[in-house]
């Protein structure tokens, strides 16, 4: 499968086409409140099925009581990287559909998407680098934070000041296999 280095057409944002997952971030590097004020009211402004918002998040930075509470649950893999970061976010979605007989919102995941996707985005716009991941104990953490009925943690973000560069040419999929590879042959 061949796979594109760069990005094509040269118009894509800089913010898209300059994003990278970094695996080493800058402990001395901070996030602070009014940046971290910045990403949640991006993931806010994020799109959702009927407008349900279905996302919640658990934020910490290093230093806060709470941190630990969540570092201890990071698989070893991302621990390496991720308590270097200055701010963890546990991202949860609501997948069960207020005031219907819906238990189940099939759009509830997606939408959190969308939402990180935002705030992955205003991050970029801050100079701050995100590392979306699942390495961690999710039972352990589910336990751990105890989220409210119907809430679910998905994933983490750690966020903060990238240590290093990003990597020269990002391998990516072609355009036309994106276009392709779901789809049978005729």
Do not use: C
Request: proline share 8%; glycine share 8%; aromatic share 8%.
């Amino acid at each position: 499968m061949r796979r594109d280095q760069e990005p094509s057409g040269g118009g894509m944002h800089p913010l898209l086409a300059g994003r990278f997952s970094p695996y080493r971030f800058d402990p001395s590097a901070a996030v602070d409140d009014a940046s971290l004020g910045l990403l949640l009211e991006a993931a806010r402004w994020a799109p959702s099925a009927g407008n349900s918002q279905p996302w919640g998040f658990f934020a910490t930075r290093p230093g806060e009581p709470d941190h630990e509470r969540v570092v201890r649950h990071l698989a070893p893999s991302s621990a390496r990287w991720a308590t270097d970061a200055g701010l963890l976010v546990v991202t949860s979605t609501r997948r069960h559909v207020d005031d219907t007989e819906l238990q189940y919102s099939e759009f509830a995941d997606y939408d959190l998407g969308q939402a990180i996707a935002h705030m992955t985005l205003q991050a970029e716009a801050l100079g701050l680098a995100s590392h979306q991941f699942r390495a961690f104990d999710m039972e352990g953490l589910t336990k751990e934070l105890d989220p409210n009925p119907g809430w679910a943690i998905v994933s983490m973000v750690a966020v903060g000041k990238a240590a290093g560069e990003p990597p020269e040419g990002r391998d990516r999929r072609s355009v036309a296999d994106l276009l392709s590879a779901p789809w049978a042959s005729p």
